[in-house]
């Protein structure tokens, strides 16, 4: 089966059930005519039949009691002349009227049915025009009863008389010919549930017939459709679960061997892509280990250079071009005795000493125009009110908008006469390797 195309395959699996199908509808097609025979004779003759005798039952018996109400009313209450009274007559002769109306279409309608084919209508029609006649010529004489009050109470009484005799024959032969429809009616359906019972047994041999021979048909393609599909899945989930090595088998000329190639050059193209990636990843792996080890390195310096500027002797710092400290070690609170929170509130100019100020904010410009300053020297108000001497060393740094600078407090050379300048090359020196430091 594999060397046939999955089009062939499948003409074949589809045909012979499609030709079994037109069978069990051929089948039904004849067995369902006898239905249709019998259930149209119902629906056009028998249940149009019931309805027209159950119609004639029920406006023979509208008329008869509007007639009886309209006798009462005209015996009990003649003498009011009531206009309610006489409207509430119209209305019950008005009745009347519209009953007979209805029992005379019922009638013509039950007599279009009583056709050769039921001669069990046609006695009833024999028996029933002429009480019918009476009936409806006797309602019809209500409303031709003569004017004079002295006699019409009686001939009033005479006719309900007459109603009641009627009413009596007519409901008793409509009685008895509903009763007949109903039989006549029960009987087709017995029929019609007789003859659909062995058609619906028919078509289940032949649709479990069908079934078994679809299944048959099925279970030999199974190997040739289902089979190959299901390897192909195999060999794919097993692909993207990670195992690249997995393959369709190829088996036969079919599709579905087609699909087995294609799917096998996919996956040796994501293999070949896959190896690719595994030698990128590990070169990748490499240069991060290179930079890990070159990141280690400039985070010492960093350590490095943040243990001198917490533990040098000097006073480290950065000022912004507008005036404020932004950055100190703790040098300047031991030398000074303010926090660095207090130095950084006000601009630094605040604790220049009078005398210092010009030549403070000239050299401050200097530095902001680009300039470097060596061995400046001012004087700083400590918090006990003491002015203590300093010497910077400052250079700007135009990408933060500030200066960064190395102090030292030469206050003990000032006061006691000490050579200081002697120590201008260490304190440079410290000076050169602290510039340019971003500080944290």
């Known amino acids: 089966m594999r060397n046939f195309t999955v089009q062939m395959r499948t003409i074949l699996a589809a045909g012979v059930p499609l030709l079994v199908l037109v069978m069990i509808v051929a089948i039904g097609f004849l067995s369902s005519r006898t239905i249709n025979a019998r259930f149209t004779e119902q629906v056009e003759s028998d249940l149009p039949a019931l309805s027209a005798i159950q119609t004639l039952r029920l406006s ?3 008329m008869i009691s509007s007639a009886n109400e309209y006798v009462l009313d005209e015996a009990l209450g003649l003498e009011d002349d009531d206009a309610g009274e006489e409207a509430s007559a119209e209305g019950e002769l008005a009745e009347v009227e519209a ?27 024999v028996t029933l025009d002429p009480l019918s006649a009476e009936l409806i010529a006797t309602a019809r004489a209500y409303t031709a009863l003569p004017g004079d009050e002295s006699t019409r109470p009686t001939e009033l009484v005479d006719a309900r ?18 009763a007949r429809e109903n039989g006549h009616i029960s009987t087709n359906n017995e029929v019609i549930s007789d003859a659909s019972n062995i058609q619906t047994t028919l078509l289940s041999v032949l649709s479990l017939g069908s079934v078994l021979f679809i299944a048959t048909i099925g279970y030999t393609n199974y190997r040739s459709i289902i089979t190959p599909i299901r390897d192909l899945s195999g060999a794919a989930n097993r692909f993207r679960e990670g195992d690249f090595q997995a393959r369709a088998p190829i ?24 190896n690719e990636l595994a ?12 930079r890990t080890v070159e990141i280690t390195k400039l985070n010492l310096v960093a350590e490095d250079a943040l243990r001198i500027f917490n533990q040098s002797h000097d006073m480290i710092g950065s000022a912004s071009f507008e005036g404020y400290f932004i950055q100190l070690n703790p040098r300047w609170e031991e030398v000074l005795g303010y926090t660095a929170d207090e130095l950084k509130a006000q601009p630094f ?31 700083y108000r400590a918090k006990n009110g003491d002015y203590r001497w300093f010497s910077w060393d400052s250079t700007p740094d135009f990408e933060k908008g500030a200066s960064t600078s190395v102090t030292r407090d030469i206050t003990a050379e000032k006061q006691f006469g000490m050579p200081w300048r002697g120590a201008k090359s260490a304190h440079a020196r410290l000076s050169r390797t602290c510039r340019g430091q971003r500080w944290r």
């Open 349 to 379: 100019i605040a604790f220049v000493h009078p005398d210092d100020v010009e030549a403070t904010l000239a050299e401050a410009a200097r530095i902001n125009a680009g300039a470097s300053a060596i061995s400046f020297v001012n004087r």
């Open 60 to 62: 023979s018996a509208r």
């Open 251 to 274: 088996q036969g000329r079919d599709e579905f061997t087609q699909m087995a190639h294609s799917f096998n050059e996919l996956a040796e193209t994501v293999q070949q892509r896959e």
């Open 279 to 290: 030698q990128l990843n590990a070169s990748l792996e490499e240069r991060v280990a290179e």
């Open 161 to 178: 008389e007459r109603f009641e005799d009627l009413e009596d024959s007519i409901l008793a032969l409509l009685a008895d010919a509903e």
């Open 99 to 125: 009953a007979i109306t209805e029992y005379e279409s019922a009638l013509v309608a039950y007599r279009g049915l009583a056709s050769a084919e039921h001669p069990e209508r046609q006695r009833l029609l």
